[in-house]
């Protein structure tokens, strides 16, 4: 997989598995490679495969589950959240990440994911806004990590004033922001942090085609399709902009939703002719 094409279908194909089929860093290396086509996965992968490797021989020498994916990811091969640059879209581009040893939480999410899963062990993304945070079954219970803040276990206090610093004062921590979320999820969280950077900067095209990407390996997803016709008629492809809220008409659960879908489709034919 070192082109466009390639990359496209295997995202392609993740979106029709099931959510747990997905393989997190082959998603995201395929992401990564629709910005940096012809570069070789072969190292990357290796890396990865390291990674899990060293962390199974860390365990093996007896530590437990978050100390080795520590000792491994962040002492040994030097991984860290990038806190200097952190709106550089390189942090979200998992190739870019694994050479400057740097990113955001959720692509250093998705490392210590990898190399906690390949042990076994139970460890998912949490449903936590605007810090993507890890939780792993650990030998003395479930555990809360932060990758980006130096693997930090984090307390209901730490989550608590994290939610503040992110959602406002007025914020309070819901049950929600403890359940887990889908590989799919993840990705689709891994792309919007490139996408909100496009669309500060006033790039609607490079956003659209963040929206497409994510498209493809989550096609179920009816939030993406809104968004992709929402930016299509902004940049006036109103056919296409018709195509994504048709979509919507026909698989939306919710009958408000294909209803919105479809009121909006006539305005759109309207502007057509």
């Known amino acids: 997989m070192t082109d466009r094409a390639a990359a496209e279908a295997l995202l392609k194909a993740a979106g029709s598995k099931p959510d747990s089929e997905i393989d997190l860093v082959e998603a995201a290396l395929a992401l990564a490679v629709l910005d940096r086509p012809r570069v070789d996965l072969a190292r990357y992968r290796d890396h990865a495969a390291a990674l899990a490797a060293e962390v199974g021989a860390r ?14 990811i962040l002492q040994t091969h030097g991984y860290a959240g990038d806190t200097l640059t952190y709106d550089d879209i390189q942090n979200a581009n998992l190739m870019r ?34 810090h993507f945070l890890i939780r792993v079954d650990a030998a003395d219970g479930r555990q809360i990590v932060d990758p980006f803040h130096d693997g930090r276990i984090r307390t209901a206090a730490d989550l608590r ?27 689709v969280r891994l792309q919007n942090n490139i996408k ?17 990407r994510m498209l493809l390996f989550a096609p179920g997803m009816m939030e993406l399709w809104r968004e992709a016709g929402v ?8 056919a296409a902009a018709i195509e994504a809220f048709e979509t919507i008409v026909a698989q939306a659960d919710s009958e408000t939703a294909r ?5 909006i489709v006539q305005k759109l034919r309207r502007r057509l002719n």
């Not at 365990?59 to 491994?72: F, M, Q, S, T």
């Not at 930016?231 to 109103?238: H, Q, V």
């Open 161 to 187: 004033d994290l939610l503040k610093a992110t959602a406002g004062l007025e914020a309070e921590l819901d049950p929600r922001h403890y359940e887990a979320v889908g590989n799919r999820q993840i990705l």
């Open 231 to 238: 930016i299509e008629a902004r940049l006036g492809n109103l």
């Open 196 to 212: 909100a950077r496009h669309e500060r900067a006033g790039r609607a095209e490079d956003a659209l085609r963040v929206v497409r």
């Open 259 to 263: 209803h919105d879908a479809a009121m």
């Open 59 to 72: 365990l093996g020498d007896g530590l437990p589950i978050v100390e080795a994916l520590n000792r491994v």
């Open 97 to 130: 990440v694994i050479d400057r040893r740097k990113g955001l939480p959720v692509a250093l999410g998705i490392l210590f994911l990898h190399a906690a899963r390949a042990q076994g062990a139970a460890a998912d993304g949490l449903n936590f806004p605007g």
